[in-house]
């Protein structure tokens, strides 16, 4: 199973916010996850942003590929700052 780390929509119309999972790349954006590893939400002022680090590394060593969206967001996080290549 190839896994993505990705974006899930949440919250009701106009107030959006996100989910940061671990799900089958096959999978619809908002459908079944494998884990949740933090949340974003864009919209309150600054932004909201928190990751569980040592879940998310350990998923990039397994080789979960992050989107271009979630990538940014790792690295304002500190992520990729204490990943070992």
């Known amino acids: 199973m190839a896994t993505r780390i990705r ?11 996100f989910r940061i999972v671990i799900a ?3 999978a619809a954006r908002d459908g079944r996850s494998v884990a949740t590893i933090g949340h974003y939400n864009p919209r309150a ?17 397994k080789g979960a590929q992050p989107t271009d969206t979630v990538r940014s967001l790792l690295k304002k996080a500190g992520v990729f700052g204490t990943r070992t290549a």
Do not use: T
């Not at 002022?45 to 060593?61: G, M």
């Open 7 to 17: 974006l899930r929509r949440v919250g009701r119309k106009g107030q959006s916010h």
């Open 24 to 26: 089958d790349q096959r």
């Open 45 to 61: 002022k600054p932004a909201v942003l928190e990751v569980d680090k040592d879940q998310a590394v350990a998923w990039l060593a």
